[in-house]
């Protein structure tokens, strides 16, 4: 079992948006904001999409925003398309100094 | 580009020693940590811990602290990851990750398949 939850899955059609939940506890996700999500491909390593929350890095679509409330941080990707069908998964620091990641949510375009 | 590449597939029995390598490329080597990750099979992730490639500093899970070596060679920018006493529930991929330099990580190695069997 994952420290952070995540739905296994999500779908939606091309053009849709859809939103991923994570859900940590007052001592990870909503003690700090340094939330982050990443995509994975089958059998590529994982991409990172969104850091501290909000922040997308250099070349990742602005399709991709992230967000957070209290213990739960979400991932929304806006004008679904082919290629964003992956394995999207979380991850934040915690204040035991160390890191936890949610289990990972499986996005299908419909 | 900045990117890390792990040494391959490895096999072991029980109770043996298994060392990883993570070679890093297109960033400076001694400017970030490096994490190490694992994923059982039908598990999430794990956070084994990191270690500063200009000190030899190490933060290591509590889970792992008996049982993990992390170690550093500049002269070829690799991180090495080291686990001890394999037991075959350490069968998993194991990633480097670098840190990302604000409490988070970014670029990940492609893994490496451990098996654990006797």
């Known amino acids: 079992q994952s420290a952070l939850t995540q739905p296994a899955s999500v779908s939606g059609s091309p053009g849709q948006s859809i939103t991923i939940s994570c859900t940590g506890t007052i001592n990870d996700v909503g003690r700090y904001n340094y939330v982050s999500w990443f995509q994975q491909h089958p059998g590529q390593a994982p991409k990172l999409m969104i850091s501290d929350v909000t922040s997308r890095p250099s070349g990742v679509s602005d399709r991709f925003s992230g967000s957070k409330s209290g213990n739960t941080a979400s991932l929304t990707i806006s004008g679904l398309q082919a290629e964003d069908e992956a394995d999207y998964f979380c991850s934040s620091y915690t204040r035991s100094t160390s890191w936890v990641f949610g289990g990972g949510t499986k996005v299908t375009v419909l | 580009q900045v990117q890390l590449v792990q040494s391959g597939a490895e096999v072991k029995k029980p109770g043996a020693s298994v060392k990883v390598s993570c070679k890093a490329s297109g960033y400076t080597f001694t400017g970030r940590n490096i994490h190490w990750v694992r994923q059982a099979p039908g598990q999430g992730l794990e956070w084994m811990g990191w270690?500063?490639?200009?000190?030899?500093?190490?933060n290591y899970a509590q889970k792992f602290q008996d049982w993990v070596t992390m170690t550093y060679d500049t002269s070829i920018n690799t991180v090495y990851m080291e686990l001890n006493r394999l037991r075959s529930d350490d069968t998993a991929i194991y990633s480097c990750v670098r840190d990302s330099g604000n409490y988070g990580m970014d670029v990940w190695g492609q893994g490496t398949t451990v098996t654990v069997s006797s």
């Open positions: 270690i500063n490639p200009t000190t030899g500093g190490t």
